[in-house]
């Protein structure tokens, strides 16, 4: 049942990918994209490392501890959708549209590891688990705040998208 769960998670994301990849931001989406993936590798590597969190089923076991799908498609395509959903909002609604994700993903986490082997937690809760995603979530958003603040210095707000 797990590496169908897994299965379907990996098929989700990659006929979202083209979705999520069109439009006038596509520099931003890209950096959204591979910030949030080297972001969550680097957090959950630690997470597993120290033995807070296993992931008994997992694409590749031999090579990776940590969960691929999870680290490089998943979490970057939400945060993907939630950079696009809070693009032009103050930092009030930038809180509160933050629990739209981390609120139900926690929620789901905790479901998952009762009732699933997709993950085991050890010295985990479902409060890391809202950290952590929060954590990540205003991590990148930051750092997309930053591009508009460079972006307006140098006068480079709309790049022109290239087309063919």
């Known amino acids: 049942m797990e590496k169908k769960l897994l299965n379907l998670l990996l098929g989700l994301c990659i006929v979202s ?3 999520m990849f069109k439009g006038k931001k596509m520099r931003e989406t890209l950096l959204v994209f591979f910030s949030k993936g080297v972001l969550a590798t680097l957090v959950d590597a630690y997470v597993v490392g120290t033995k807070r969190v296993e992931y008994p ?3 590749f076991p ?4 940590t969960n691929l799908v ?26 509160l549209k933050s629990l739209i994700f ?3 993903m926690s929620i789901a986490q905790w479901y998952m590891e009762k009732n699933t082997r997709l993950f085991k937690w050890k010295k985990w809760s479902i409060f890391h688990t809202f950290g952590s995603v929060n954590f990540t979530l205003f991590t990148i958003r930051g750092f997309v705040g930053f591009i508009k603040i460079v972006d307006r210095l140098k006068g480079n707000q709309n790049l022109p998208e290239l087309e063919g």
Request: aromatic share 18%; charged share 20%.
């Open 17 to 19: 990918v083209p979705f």
């Open 57 to 59: 089923v997992r694409p």
């Open 62 to 65: 031999k090579i990776f501890k």
């Open 70 to 95: 999870y680290d490089i498609l998943f979490f970057p395509l939400l945060s993907v959708i939630w950079v696009k959903i809070s693009y032009h909002d103050k930092l009030r609604n930038i809180l």
């Open 102 to 104: 981390s609120v139900p």
